[in-house]
């Protein structure tokens, strides 16, 4: 097949020397004579993966002991429910800063858990600005405040961590951890859903404060609890193993390329190409974002004349750029330019959007 | 690598030919140019594939129309929990049925949310045989009957359908779904994690009557309602990808190999020629479950002396024979002999039992 780049928002494009090393071992892992699909997650080799792959993240990211390490199921979208449920008592109240869809839903499903304050909304901007820190309406009694360091949809993105005091910080980071250095002593609570930065879908990542997890004493199953999960070194019950493994490998390739400092830098310089080539288009491309708040991973765009968006979309696949569809939200285009997209995508990307400007004027 | 024979209760073995299929795809599924697990669950490649692979399912089981398929996430255990939220309204009970340690799991993980009355239990026969149905004792107000037709850890397996009138019966099937024709009207709902006849771990399959979709109006997040989750054809939020194919993978497979009419045949005839092995052996190797209740999926088995427990599983292990160590609950040994496991499987299990009691006296 000829070269293809993959710009799909999620789940994303992986990196080939991962895809190529679980290829090669899908039949054969460890020299078990079985696929890692087929261990059992109670066996030694599995178990002695599993560690290796939290040790592996522990060190990216700088995590501190006093931090646990989950690998958990159900989505982002099962953890807006049940971060509630485990970090606010019956009758608490939490903060909300919504600066996108995925904020908004957030505070959806947590309302049957807890009184939802949206401490600060960015909906009247259409989401397209950042609510400025010094207009939230944050309560100092909140059992935490949630937000969201990158709306996917959206394309805005926080560049600082905001300072909330002594409440606990909890962020949806699904599309962007792992993209750059992260002050973990800053949050509370850090969660992910695998298909953006780490892995395959079916995959929910998280870095919680350990003294977080004793916080909720209302009912509910063992397996919500994420004290439990913690307790059971995230094998409470059988493990999305297959996940687990390929967000170890996407690990190790991480830290062969520098870890995330060096991540930092690329996705910077990735971000930068594309937003120029939009700016210096001369209207024909347009980014509708604060350039304030633009994200580094998601890029929407749209064309001077959306009549063009059809062709821009055929044209576009058939010289090898794929998932370049925008959300409905905002229409158009968006490019995702997680860590597995190499700058050598931007510039197949730049260079085609040159070429369709001049081509259909 | 030599042959061997994995006899994982779960993560289990899968069918060589759809692992073989799964390599040969991994970096270019579809003619897409990328990995199954890159493509969008939004996309059409991946749309029409999920709809396929449920296609495939209905046709395997002759689904009635009026049921309902469902790719979730969370592991059977999670579902332990979210049944009785869907099924059941705030005030309700349930009736459990608990035949070994999987069914007292549910009853644990339910208890938060419905009134759990069990309503038999073979506890005090350590789980060796089954309560005979008789001695149920059902209440015809329950909002459903919850039984597991067949235990992993225990080894014990109803080889009927329970008549239980008009409460729905729901059936943990783990264990044992795709392993014979089934009559699906018979349940109002059937779950399985899919690590054990369907594929790699993380996802989980239900097939639920439309009609019980609607009982719950207690408040929870959408994301935990399958009502939500049968509307959005399972794509509420991002699936797990790799697992929906992997499924899809297994489903063709089975097809090809005569649906569960023939698994049905092979399984019988699987565990047939272990347990007459066991049993011929003159008391060297035993099976503690009364042979009406014994199953075809897991088969425990104990040494005459339990000193030599450590040489067999050494020994096996080197003749190629992989995962053969009892669950703790019943020490010994344990061999999961799903679909994916082939009668020369047992025909090397078998073999390599005679010999063994042969050389060690």
Known sequence: MSQVWNFSAGPAALPPPVLERAQRELLDWNGSGASVMEQSHRGKRFIAMAERVEADLRELLAIPADYAVLFLQGGATQHFAQIPMNLAGEGDSADYVVNGHWGAKAA????????????ASSQADNYLRLPPRESWQLDPRAAYVHYTPNETIHGVEYHDVPVVGDVPLVADMSSNILSEPLDVSRFGLIYAGAQKN?????????????????????????????????????MLNTP??????????????????????????????????????????????RNPVDPAARSRMNVPFTLHDSALDADFLKESEAAGLMALKGHKALGGMRASLYNAVPLAAVDALVAFMGDFARRHG
Do not use: C
């Open 108 to 119: 959806g499903e947590a309302a049957p858990y807890v009184r939802v304050n949206v401490a």
């Open 198 to 234: 780490i892995g395959p879908s079916g995959l929910v990542l998280m870095i919680v404060r350990r003294d977080l997890l004793e916080r909720s004493s209302r009912p509910m199953a063992r397996i919500f609890r994420y004290a439990e999960h913690a307790a059971a070194a995230s």
């Open 240 to 285: 999305n193993t297959w996940g687990w493994y390929l967000a170890g490998l996407t690990f190790e390739w991480l830290k062969e390329q520098g870890g995330v400092a060096a991540m930092g830098e690329r996705n910077r310089a990735k971000a930068e190409k594309l937003y120029a080539a939009i700016d210096g288009s001369g209207g024909y491309y």
